[in-house]
């Protein structure tokens, strides 16, 4: 096998004994940028062209991380072992990407993000090392680390380079996430205009649309729009997540619950983000005062699968919450031992969290209310987004507002 025998299309080595091989893993690559439902099939593709490429068998394992569940996760020590097979042939770069696979692996996201950003230093142009980086601070509760990581390589780019749309797309989300809403309105939509097809920077905008209660204008947004994110993966569930939220913002529940069928709920989905949107727009309309009928059964049904994960506290914190809307209380309070057991963010924020919503379901608000208060400050650490954390913090209103 020969060093960097290809190149892709920002100028990057690739390490293949198949120079088809670096263009189909760009094709990959843009497909994960672009939430693409095609990514794995691509993915394949790249291995089946070249079975020992070492950034194909990285791109494989964060892929099984990405997905947050645990029967993927156990998959990943055998994808890695593939990809360390290649590492005394592999380029400086590539090694630091099978290293950042390592950390990860065992749990450890940060370092991960410690060995991206060395990546990025050397190379501002790569494009995955950014994504990944990005990805993992907004689940690690980092909004300044998420904008710092852009802001510190987007003078390398301009509109010439390929992806600069997916980067700006970042830009806004980290922008939007640290409060900065006008530039972050301003860096999605010119993503868009770069690029219509970034369901990433289409949500970014949504997001500063529902934090200044513009609700007209983001429903506007996310329908004028949809031909372009509703081919994405299951992401797109998360955009009709947000128009939902925008229709009961207005005080349409009859539409949130018509969009809750026909657009959210896939019974055959087992993917973490879909739980959590399910979750959280059911309880927000029980908070409204809405019967949701019996549609916490088919979700607990999903939830009780993952109870053992503890793979992110924020995706527990959920798991929580549906089993104890379904009656299931004994099943959610184990959870909720079992997450202050694991120690950390598990225990310190996730486990208060998950056991203040069990308060809550049980009617025991002054333990709801006390609960979320200790964890008020620091609920950032459980990762998500403020418009999905800003259900917890409808609970405690609600909890606070009983006991008056």
């Known amino acids: 096998m020969t060093n960097d025998l290809a190149t892709n299309q920002w100028g990057l080595g690739v390490t293949t004994a198949a120079p088809d091989a670096a263009a189909a893993l760009d094709e990959t690559v843009w497909s994960y940028l672009s939430i693409g439902r095609e990514t794995g099939n691509l993915l394949k593709t790249v291995l089946d062209i070249d079975p020992g ?18 029967p ?10 593939r990809a360390e097979e290649g590492l005394a042939d592999a380029s400086p770069r590539e090694q ?44 690690l509760g980092a909004a300044g680390d998420m904008l710092g990581s852009i802001e510190r390589i987007i003078s ?9 749309g997916f980067v700006l797309g970042m830009r806004a ?21 770069i690029d219509v097809v970034n369901p990433w920077a289409i949500h970014a905008v949504a997001h500063v649309m529902e934090m200044q209660d513009r609700h007209s204008e983001g429903i506007d947004w996310i329908t004028g729009l949809e031909s372009h994110w509703n081919a994405a993966n299951n992401f797109r569930y998360h955009l009709w997540w947000h128009r939902a ?23 055959d989905s087992d993917e973490y983000l879909d739980l959590c949107n399910n979750v959280s727009l059911l309880l927000r309309l029980e908070l409204l005062g809405v019967d949701v009928g019996n549609r916490w059964q088919a979700l607990a049904e999903k939830a009780a699968g993952r109870s053992e ?8 914190c959920h798991i929580v919450a549906a089993l104890a809307a379904a009656g299931q209380l004994e099943a959610a309070r184990d ?60 609970v405690l209103r609600d909890a606070e507002a009983k006991l008056a």
């Not at 990860?104 to 950003?117: H, M, N, Y």
């Not at 390398?156 to 600069?164: L, T």
């Not at 969290?353 to 379901?361: L, P, W």
């Not at 049980?362 to 200790?374: E, H, I, S, T």
Request: glycine share 8%.
């Open 173 to 193: 989300f980290a922008l939007e996430e640290s409060g900065d809403y006008t530039a972050a309105e301003e860096s999605g939509r010119a993503a868009v205009n």
């Open 96 to 139: 630091a990407y099978v290293r950042a696979l390592q950390h990860w692996a065992k749990g450890d996201p940060g370092a991960a993000a410690r060995v991206w950003e060395e990546i990025l230093a050397d190379h501002p142009l790569d494009l995955l090392a950014m994504r990944l980086a990005h990805h993992t601070y907004f689940y």
């Open 156 to 164: 390398a780019w301009d509109e010439s380079i390929p992806g600069y």
């Open 309 to 316: 994960e503890r793979l992110l506290p924020f995706i527990d």
């Open 72 to 81: 993927l996760q156990a998959r990943v020590p055998k994808v890695l072992a």
């Open 335 to 394: 959870m909720a031992t079992a997450m202050v057991r694991a120690g950390g963010v598990f225990a310190g924020v996730g486990g208060t969290v998950s056991n203040a919503m069990i308060a809550h379901r049980a009617g025991n608000f002054a333990d709801a209310a006390r609960l979320l208060r200790n964890v008020r400050e620091n609920i950032v650490s459980m990762g998500g987004s403020h418009a999905q954390r800003d259900v917890f913090e409808l």
């Open 53 to 70: 490429l070492v950034m194909g068998h990285c791109l494989k394992g964060y892929f099984f991380l990405l997905m947050a569940s645990g």
């Open 245 to 267: 939220l925008m229709h009961l913002d207005r005080g349409e529940l009859d539409e949130v619950l018509r969009l809750y069928d026909e657009d959210i709920w896939d019974p």
